[in-house]
C-alpha cells in the first residue's frame, strides 16, 4: 500500500520511478574516492498525489541524511546566479517594502542571499543554516547567523527580534514533514504582521521536460503551484503571489498568515502519467547520446553537482570514463559522490579537447561556452534538458 501525501493526506496515486542505490548526499565534499563511496545509499520512490498535484519520495529515511559544514550547496561562483539573486533579493525588498525591516531565512547555505537583502536595503537579516561557515560570509553586524536547523534551540528563539519578512529558498524541499513544518511556522507568527516567502524546484518544469536529474535523494518533497498553496492554506496562510523564476526552475510562491483555511480551488491536472511513460525513452536517449564519449574517456561534465549524481545514478555506466569539472573552488580535488571522480578546476583542463561537454545546467550554457573559448577547450556543447 502506498503511503499518503504530506500535503493533503491522501493516498498517493501514482508510482512515477523507482531508483535504487541512490547517494543520499548529492553535494558532500568527500576528499577522497573511498570517502565518496562509502557516502550512504537509499532509495528513491517518487509518488505522485492527484488530489493536491504532490510528488514525494515514498522511501525517504530521513536518518540517512545530515546537515554540516561539508555540505557544499552554493551556486554563488557563477556570475548568472549572483545576478539572479541580487535581483531576486532586490526585488522582495522594493515589492513588499522591506527597507528598513527585519527578515529571516530559513535554511541561508553561506549567507550569500543575506547579504544581498542587505545591500538591497534591509536593516537586519537572521539566518538558520547548518552548513553556515562564518569565515566564507562578510562580517556585518547587522547580520546574525544560528549554524543549526530551524526551527531553532529555545534560547534562540527567545532572542529573535519580530520578523517582518520569512524567506526560504530551496529548503522546503528538503523538509521531510512539510506540513508539520509550516504549522510550527504559522504557531511562531501568532498575530504579527508578516509575509513568508518560500521558493522550491518547479515540479511541472521536471514533468513537462522529464528532468530525472532534478530527482535527488535529499529532496523528499516536490511540489507544484497547486501543492504549495494548499500547504500552506492547510497551515494557515493564505497565497498572495506565485511565480515561476529562474528559466522555470524554481517556483516562488509569497503568502500571509491568516485564521481560516481559505484554498479551496481546483487543481490543474499535470502529466504524471506521461513522465512515467517518458522517462525510460529519454533515459535510453542520454545513454546513446553519452555512453560513446564515456567509453572512450571524452566525455566532460561541466558542473559537479546534484543533476551531475543524478544523471550518473540514473545511467551508472558514465560513472567510468567521465571527466567532471565545478568553478567552485572548494570542490576542486574532491570526489563525486557515489563515484571515483574527481572534480577538476576549470584551469586544469586548457586545451583539452572532448567529444562531448555537457552542460549540468541549462540556464548556464552561455557563460560556461564563454569559459570554455577562454580556456581553449573544445568539443560539442550540449545542454542536460
Known amino acids: 500500500m502506498m503511503p499518503d501525501c504530506p500535503v493533503c493526506q491522501h493516498r498517493a496515486t501514482t508510482e512515477l520511478l523507482v531508483l535504487q542505490n541512490v547517494p543520499v548526499h548529492s553535494v558532500r565534499l568527500a576528499t577522497s574516492a573511498e570517502a ?3 557516502i550512504p545509499t ?58 528598513g525591516k527585519t527578515v529571516l531565512e530559513i535554511g541561508c547555505g553561506k549567507g550569500e542571499f543575506l547579504e544581498a537583502l542587505l545591500d538591497a536595503g534591509a536593516a537586519q537579516v537572521i539566518g538558520f543554516d547548518p552548513s553556515f561557515d562564518p569565515t566564507r560570509a562578510r562580517s556585518d553586524a547587522r ?9 531553532p534551540s ?3 528563539e527567545l532572542t529573535l527580534p519580530g520578523i517582518d ?17 509550516l504549522t510550527q511556522l504559522r504557531t511562531a507568527i501568532g498575530n504579527h504582521d508578516c509575509l513568508v516567502a518560500i521558493q522550491v524546484p518547479a515540479l511541472e518544469r521536471i514533468l513537462s521536460t522529464t528532468a530525472y536529474w532534478d530527482i535527488y535523494y535529499e529532496h523528499c518533497n516536490y511540489f507544484s503551484a497547486d501543492a504549495l498553496a494548499k500547504l500552506f492554506a492547510v497551515c494557515g496562510f493564505a497565497v498572495i503571489e506565485s511565480e515561476t523564476i529562474f528559466d522555470d526552475q524554481y517556483l516562488n510562491v509569497v503568502a500571509r498568515p491568516v485564521d481560516v483555511e481559505q484554498d479551496k480551488s481546483p487543481c490543474t491536472p499535470l502529466p504524471f502519467a506521461a513522465f512515467k511513460h517518458k522517462l525510460h525513452t529519454e533515459l535510453a536517449a542520454w545513454r546513446e547520446r ?7 574517456q571524452t566525455l566532460l561534465i561541466w558542473g559537479a553537482a546534484s543533476k551531475a549524481v543524478a544523471l550518473l545514478s540514473a545511467l551508472p555506466e558514465l560513472k567510468t570514463g567521465t571527466t567532471l569539472v565545478d568553478i567552485n573552488p572548494h570542490k576542486h580535488g574532491t570526489y563525486l559522490p557515489a563515484t571515483e571522480l574527481v572534480i577538476h578546476d576549470p584551469q586544469q583542463l586548457r586545451d583539452r579537447r572532448f567529444e562531448v561537454i555537457l552542460v549540468a545546467n541549462p540556464i548556464y550554457l552561455d557563460e560556461v561556452t564563454t569559459m570554455l573559448r577562454k580556456l581553449g577547450i573544445q568539443g560539442e556543447i550540449i545542454a542536460l534538458n
Open 36 to 38: 565518496a563511496n562509502a
Open 165 to 181: 519578512f520569512y524567506v526560504c529558498k530551496m529548503t522546503l524541499e528538503h523538509v521531510f514533514q512539510p506540513r508539520a513544518f
Open 42 to 99: 537509499g532509495e528513491i520512490q517518487l509518488l505522485a498525489c492527484e488530489h493536491c498535484n504532490m510528488a514525494w519520495n515514498g522511501a525517504f529515511d530521513p536518518k540517512l541524511v545530515h546537515y554540516d559544514g561539508n555540505y557544499e550547496e552554493t551556486q554563488a561562483y557563477s556570475p548568472r546566479f549572483q545576478v539572479f539573486q541580487q535581483q531576486f533579493a532586490a526585488q522582495l525588498v522594493k515589492t513588499f517594502q522591506l527597507e
Open 290 to 296: 553519452l555512453q560513446p564519449a564515456g567509453t572512450r
Open 143 to 151: 547580520m546574525t547567523v544560528y549554524a543549526e536547523l530551524y526551527p
Open 154 to 156: 529555545r534560547n534562540v
